[in-house]
């Protein structure tokens, strides 16, 4: 998807180590058809050279306010003109200082003064530095003033120590900015969804599980995300992805705990998706110990699991529910009838040979006006689609 075709960026990159993150930033970016500009301070350009994101963003670098390469010499104006954004990445703690001063002492912070499109900055700088009493006091003012804060992230830092501080990864602050070209079709909304496949114990060390590999659920609670949601919660069976921007993970196993966070996130909740491949049975009862080997057959007694979607749907105070079922025939009507059975406003089809733990995907949406195909896109597309006709839905409803 070349979401940001047609998008003029420029990207401010102050001094500090996650720099080198910055330079991956501007390659997902120009992937996504953005046109970037990146401006270095004079400290940014010690980390990592001119040259490089000359090289991946494909245009001229700036560093200087006298650059004789602008004829007018008004690099600080023209650079922002016709940008739809301009973001700092890594934003220093002396770079936040200046912004809440209104300092223009070099490029950058000129054209952040002079500039008429929104700014974000991803702070990045040792744990003390953020906790500063001075830099807590510039961040809430570079809110006040309508800056968006992105991150930063806990974790291990350059200098050895370990806490807040850290640069938000590449892809998260390539999320941030491609959320804020989406149309912000949930806004005010809070999606609830389940995603991945369950693990249900046989012994401490074995399992009944299934292939889905949570890809799907994953780019709709992303697309929820980008689409402006006010609180997205994925309860997430065990998957090896990483959660999506703007989303709140819960993880578990089994059907039995999927359901008791379901319901502990349900409330205020205004649309449910029920992505999850959840075991219809589990073992009824695990051993305590691992079952030993033995040369005679092994019989597992199963219980069924509850139906946590069904469970969802039937409630008085039931958010807009949205159910997936996955066939390997009979698609309508095995569909269409798992639809009214658990009487749900939207339900997603697919053959499993379509879709099952692959990158791409071939659905029917299928509601009270009847079916509608979606093109066999990529997940994320197919997500981006889902979310468009719910809010549809959701919007004809409450309208
Ligand atoms: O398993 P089945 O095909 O009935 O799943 C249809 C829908 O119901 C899916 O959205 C799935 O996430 C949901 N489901 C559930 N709890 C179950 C079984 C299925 O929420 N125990």
Redesign the pocket.
């Known amino acids: 998807m070349r979401e940001l075709e047609g998008r003029r960026l420029v990207i401010g990159v102050t001094g500090g180590v996650a720099a080198y993150k910055t330079a991956e930033l501007v390659r997902l970016l120009v992937k996504a058809g953005a046109d970037v500009h990146v401006v270095l301070t004079e400290a940014g350009a010690r980390f990592v050279g001119a040259v490089t994101f000359q090289a991946l963003s494909g245009n001229p670098v700036w560093t200087d306010l006298w650059d004789a390469r602008m004829s007018n010499n008004m690099a600080h104006i023209d650079l922002t003109r016709g940008a739809d954004a301009v973001l700092i990445a890594p934003a220093s703690a002396d770079v936040l200082a200046k912004l809440v001063h209104g300092l223009a002492d070099d490029l950058l912070t000129t054209l952040c003064l002079a500039r008429d499109c929104p700014l974000l900055v991803a702070p990045a700088m040792n744990r003390q530095m953020w906790e500063h009493p001075a830099t807590v006091r510039n961040v809430a003012q570079l809110r006040e003033d309508g800056v968006t804060v992105l991150g930063p992230d806990a974790g291990d830092q350059a200098c050895g120590e370990v806490g807040m501080g850290r640069m938000l990864e590449p892809e998260l602050l390539f999320e941030a900015v491609a959320a804020r070209f989406q149309s912000k079709l949930l806004a005010g909304r809070k999606v609830v969804l389940?995603a991945g496949p369950t693990f249900e114990a046989i012994d401490p060390v074995r399992g009944i599980t299934n292939s889905s590999s949570g890809k799907m659920g994953y780019a709709l609670a992303r697309a929820c995300a980008r689409a402006g949601a006010a609180e997205v919660v994925l309860v997430s069976g065990p998957t090896g992805l990483p959660a999506p921007w703007g989303v709140r993970r819960v993880d578990v196993k089994s059907?039995l705990e999927m359901r008791d966070a379901v319901l502990a996130a349900l409330p205020g909740a205004d649309v449910f998706i029920?992505?999850?491949?959840?075991?219809?049975y589990r073992p009824a009862q695990p051993a305590e110990h691992k079952i030993k080997k033995s040369g005679e057959a092994l019989a597992l007694t199963l219980a069924p699991?509850?139906?946590?979607?069904?469970e969802v749907a039937a409630r008085p105070d039931a958010p807009f529910c949205v159910?997936?079922?996955?066939e390997s025939r009979e698609l309508d009507a095995y569909a269409e009838g798992?639809r009214r059975a658990?009487k749900l406003p939207l339900l997603v089809g697919n053959l499993v040979q379509d879709g099952l733990g692959g990158d791409d995907n071939e659905v029917i949406l299928y509601d009270d006006a009847g079916r509608h195909p979606l093109a066999r896109a990529p997940k994320p597309a197919i997500a981006q689609r889902i979310v468009e006709h719910l809010a549809a839905l959701l919007r004809a409803r409450k309208g």
């Open positions: 389940t059907a029920g992505v999850a491949a959840v075991a219809d699991n509850p139906d946590i979607l069904a159910g997936f079922a996955a798992k658990k």
